[in-house]
């Protein structure tokens, strides 16, 4: 079912990157070191910020969500400025994922989705949506993310990232 590849896998990889948000503020204090140089931090001049890869994987599991089971995901502003807010995001990401239920996921298999890519418009159904859009997008930003921080030296491995109990 589309809700079991979906939510519970946003969830947990969300979770993983809350736990890799702690070591590195952990990181940021043992060192003294400024914490914006690892929120405003990219790997390449033209790429997102450390912060704008946190908020995109957040977006990305609200909203394929969102539109899978056919609901408004909730909006968020951008704004975060600290790591303090980056968790508080991801928990309303988590507090939302966790109030859908699979009953609302239930045509969301051949349900019709429209989402915005390269400015335009374009439909699919929710399998591949999910599988070729939502999912992909998602591990994208997570896995950027994660890459910073463990550029910027903070001690996280494979484990971190898979988010393994």
């Known amino acids: 079912m589309i809700f ?3 939510v519970p896998v946003f ?7 809350a736990s890799v948000l702690r070591k590195a503020e952990a990181h940021v204090q043992a060192k003294k070191l ?28 609200k909203g394929t969500s969102a539109r899978l089971a056919g609901v408004t995901a909730p909006s ?30 239930a045509e969301a ?26 999912l992909p997008n998602f591990y994208f930003h997570v896995t950027t993310a994660y890459g910073l921080l463990r550029h910027n030296g903070v001690e996280i491995g494979k484990a971190d990232f898979l988010a393994r109990v």
């Not at 969830?11 to 990157?17: W, Y």
């Not at 298999?109 to 939502?134: C, H, P, W």
């Open 34 to 61: 400024d914490p914006d140089a690892f929120l405003a931090a990219r790997l390449f001049p033209d790429m997102f910020t450390f912060t704008k890869q946190v908020q995109l994987a957040c977006d990305f599991a």
């Open 76 to 105: 968020h502003a951008d704004d975060e400025k600290t790591f303090d807010e980056l968790q508080a995001r991801i928990r309303k990401t988590i507090d939302f994922l966790r109030g859908l239920n699979k009953e609302q996921f």
């Open 4 to 6: 079991d590849a979906a």
């Open 11 to 17: 969830v947990h990889f969300l979770n993983g990157l």
């Open 109 to 134: 298999e051949t349900r019709a989705i429209t989402f915005k890519a390269g400015g335009k418009d374009m439909t699919i159904k929710g399998a591949q949506y999910l599988s070729n859009v939502g």
